[in-house]
């Protein structure tokens, strides 16, 4: 099965058969957890509504700190529309977590669903 996009050169904005991932990181205590849950499903609320969204995985790794990794999936187009939206909710994330989110955007080269789909699951505190 072959993976699309394999890093193909000339990918432009307007290439509407590309996709995109952006990345955002960052550790926080386990007594900041409801505060962030409550900032991300805010923030993350509104990207439904963006031109261009396509979907979210939010990730949890427990230890002394817990890191958290935000990962949206874009077309071209709705990612260079959404920057300043993106940066205004990890600035709400941040100011929640009290501590620096890093962010980096990547071309997905292959993303196969599955053919059940993929199951909703809520952003939760647990």
Partial sequence: MALANQGKPGVTLGDSNVLFARVSTFHIEQDHMPLVI????????RLNHSSGYKGLLCLEHDGVRNQIMIITLWDAVGLAATAQQVEDALS?????????????????LGFIPSPDGIPHVALTGN
């Fill in 38 to 45: 409550e900032a991300l499903n805010t923030s993350l609320a």
């Fill in 92 to 108: 709400l994330v941040s100011d929640a977590s009290d501590t620096g989110v890093t962010s980096r955007t990547y071309e997905v």
